[in-house]
């Protein structure tokens, strides 16, 4: 315990924010698989912290984009909130700020790698920001999402950013006077069963693009698809012309 509570110390210089009750940012850390072996320690996990601080960002985020973006419609608003408080993006945030080194698993978790897992760092993030909410109120909480999203926000807005690389991959190549067949291969995968790894390919028209590797089929096709746009666009381009 001195040693997560050390840990917690340095955390909160890097979130930039002091907790008044450091009882909130202990919770915010808690998994439910900690939670399950430890009853008669822990009665609660950070799902609940989960739920708030998803409202949280959602409303942090949204009315930033409102306010700069005041001519579009409804469904930018929330197709671009969505891009920016994204699992990956959550989960990248937790990673700057080694919020894994101090998560609190169970012991099956944390051996397939629960502290590195990006929907268990995105949740984190999410306990962590209404932590804040709970002991500062909503104005700090606002402060530190934008502390730490501003990057995203500025990507997202700017255009820059695509989560879903295979689903722009697949729009790119159905664009008028442009239209070319992708097609994802998952060529290999090895490893053992908590530790596996997928190798995929894409093609446009028979064509090799990208290869790239992930911790499942849809990571893998993602990462590759993300290396396939610039190299699709080199091949092509001169088709738009």
């Known amino acids: 315990m001195f040693i997560l509570i050390l840990g917690l110390e340095e955390f909160q210089e890097k979130l930039g924010y002091k907790f008044k ?3 909130y940012l202990e919770l915010a850390f808690t998994h439910t698989t900690y939670v399950f072996e430890h009853k008669g320690q822990h009665y609660e996990s950070n799902q609940r912290l989960e739920f708030v601080g998803d409202g949280v960002l959602d409303c ?3 009315s930033e984009i409102y306010k700069r973006k005041p001519y579009v419609d409804e469904g930018y608003l929330s197709k671009t909130r969505s891009l920016i408080v994204c699992e990956k993006s959550l989960a990248k945030v937790a990673r700057q700020l080694d919020m894994g080194k101090l998560l609190l698993l169970g012991k099956g978790e944390a051996f397939t790698g629960g502290h590195d897992k990006d929907s268990t760092l995105a949740d984190a993030f999410e306990s962590v920001v209404a932590a804040v909410y709970f002991d500062g109120g909503y104005r700090e909480a606002e402060r530190i999402v934008m502390k730490n999203l501003q990057e995203t926000i500025e990507l997202a807005l700017a255009g820059k950013i695509f989560l879903d690389y295979k689903s722009r991959l697949l729009e790119i190549a159905q664009e008028k006077n442009n239209q070319h067949v992708i097609t994802f291969e998952i060529v290999n995968e090895r490893g053992p069963a908590h530790m596996r790894e997928f190798d995929a390919e894409v ?3 028979g064509i090799f ?3 790239a590797t ?3 089929k849809k990571d ?3 990462n590759a698809a993300k290396d396939a746009i610039d190299k699709y666009l080199q091949l092509f381009e001169k088709d738009k012309q």
């Open 21 to 23: 009750d450091i009882s």
């Open 60 to 62: 942090v985020v949204g």
């Open 203 to 205: 093609y446009a028209d």
């Open 209 to 211: 693009l990208s290869r």
């Open 214 to 216: 992930g911790k499942s």
């Open 220 to 222: 893998a096709e993602q």
